[in-house]
């Protein structure tokens, strides 16, 4: 039961365009939101968040967008840039039952920046 | 500020045997958290301690488990390998647990390979 799908396994962008990376849920009680960044031979790190309550966030070129009744979320990275190409994991955290408040983890989505 | 540690890196183990994972969280950090992370399957939950008690469990069998001391560094231990155990897997660790946006951070992993 994957409650945090992210669809696309890759994407591929020419440097200077915009990068929208999307994530669906199916728990309506996350009320967090994640997204991670993850380079080969490294751990995930931390790129933004945004919560329930919200529908906007935005930290320099990154941007997430969170429609929650359509149960979705989106990354906009603009302008792209090479050093972005990574895995994008999207994660949900909320009170959901007997795991409560853990991360919950898309399968990724791999990203590539074209020069 | 020292990062989260894991040791070791790469590990190489035949099927059967048994294997420890170490963590050194960031310190501070009272919060360590388990993942492990296999091709196409994004980044699966094992268990989150808290001040030395589990918090939360993902769904694995028992011969995965894992512990935390006083001083916040955590153990995992998996039992008795299969093939299908060779993964990365990564810890986590964060101020504190439960609600809110609390960025989790990421380890660089322990690469274990069973044969």
């Known amino acids: 039961d994957q409650q945090v799908k992210q669809n696309s396994p890759s994407l591929s962008v020419q440097e200077g365009r915009i990068s929208i990376l999307n994530c669906d849920y199916t728990?309506?009680?996350?009320?967090?939101f994640l997204w991670y960044k993850k380079y080969p031979a490294e751990g995930p790190t931390f790129l933004i968040s945004?919560?329930?309550?919200?529908d906007k966030n935005e930290d320099g070129r990154f941007t997430v967008f969170l429609n929650k009744s359509a149960k979705h979320l989106s990354l906009h990275i603009v302008p792209s840039q090479p050093g972005d190409s990574a895995v994008y994991f999207c994660?949900?955290?909320?009170?959901?039952?007997?795991?409560?408040?853990?991360?919950?983890f898309g399968k990724g989505t791999l990203l590539t920046v074209n020069p | 500020k020292a990062g989260v540690t894991q040791t070791p890196r790469y590990l190489i183990k035949t099927r059967g045997q048994q294997v420890t994972l170490s963590c050194s969280p960031i310190s501070g950090h009272r919060s360590v958290s388990w993942y492990q992370q296999t091709p196409g399957q994004g980044l699966q939950f094992l268990f989150e301690y808290f001040s030395e008690t589990q918090r939360n469990k993902g769904n694995f069998p028992g011969r995965f488990s894992g512990r935390q001391f006083s001083n916040s560094r955590s153990e995992m231990n998996v039992s008795t390998l299969e093939l299908g155990d060779s993964a990365l897997y990564l810890c986590?660790?964060?101020?504190?647990?439960?609600?809110?946006?609390?960025?989790?951070?990421f380890g660089n992993g322990t690469r274990l390979t069973v044969t």
């Open positions: 945004i919560s329930s309550i919200k």
């Open positions: 728990n309506s009680m996350f009320d967090y």
């Open positions: 986590a660790s964060s101020l504190d647990s439960g609600p809110g946006a609390t960025p989790l951070h």
């Open positions: 994660a949900a955290k909320g009170n959901s039952g007997g795991s409560n408040y853990k991360l919950t």
